[in-house]
């Protein structure tokens, strides 16, 4: 996910980023995404969105797009720092309500 999929959906985030503003394409990219992390896990189908991300140790892809369109008009340019922002990543699941 982290390799392939991600970048590709990432690109170009800078210019589209203003878009995440609307449910549906949030709902479009959470989407994909599901799907990859119900592929990781095996969960079945009917699993939740949010349980399946947090059981494969993903973060929202939504988030990771706003974080790197706050990078990109922060910090200038996002080819240094786009490894950095993967690898350091604080998000973490909470499975407290998982059963």
């Known amino acids: 996910w982290g390799k392939a999929l991600e ?3 990432l690109n170009g985030v800078a210019v589209w980023g203003k878009a995440l503003e609307r449910k549906t394409v949030v709902k ?3 989407s994909v995404q599901r799907k990859a992390a119900l592929a990781m896990t095996g969960c079945f ?3 939740k969105t949010e349980v399946a991300l947090a059981l494969a140790g ?3 892809v939504d988030l990771v797009a706003k974080e790197l369109v ?3 008009y922060s910090h200038g340019t996002l080819r240094g720092r786009m490894e950095e922002l ?3 990543c604080a998000w973490s699941p909470h499975l407290a ?3």
């Open 7 to 9: 970048p590709m959906m």
């Open 28 to 30: 479009q990219l959470r």
């Open 45 to 47: 189908k009917t699993t």
């Open 58 to 60: 993903l973060t929202p």
């Open 70 to 72: 706050v990078l990109q």
């Open 86 to 88: 993967r690898d350091g």
């Open 97 to 99: 309500f998982v059963r």
